[in-house]
Nanobody, 125 residues
């Protein structure tokens, strides 16, 4: 079992920056894929970014490319999502997720077995 705890959400003005953190504990593995998803009110949960636990390849959804950066601090068992030039449409609950399957880097929420409780990001215009 893997436990994920997000933090760092809050209220930010458009154009600002925010860094989300996801602390992983339990039966973690360096073969996992770690990802961030988000869900805005009335919308489906959507993929934001993913990274291999060994800090290898990364992948982003088009709407955040060049603005968001996903990274891992292996020593701290923590995954980060650095958000810059934030836009009002980035307002959502952001979730950290882990996929035990080392052969994929999926954008599908159904492929991720472990989830955090979410952290709210609200962007004011």
């Amino acid at each position: 079992q893997v436990q994920l705890v997000e933090s760092g959400g809050g209220l930010v003005q458009a154009g600002g920056s925010l860094r989300l953190s996801c602390l992983a504990s339990g039966r973690t593995s360096n073969s996992y894929t770690m990802a961030w998803f988000r869900q805005a009110p009335g919308k489906e949960r959507e993929f934001v970014a993913a990274i291999k636990w060994r800090a290898g390849p990364t992948y982003y959804t088009d709407s955040v490319k060049g603005r968001f950066t996903i990274s891992i601090d292996n020593a701290k068992n923590t995954v980060y999502l650095q958000m810059t030039n934030i836009k009002p449409e980035d307002t959502a609950v952001y979730y950290c997720a882990a996929d035990w399957n080392s052969l994929r880097m999926s954008v599908l929420s159904t492929d991720y077995a472990y989830w955090g409780q979410g952290t709210q990001v609200t962007v004011s215009s």
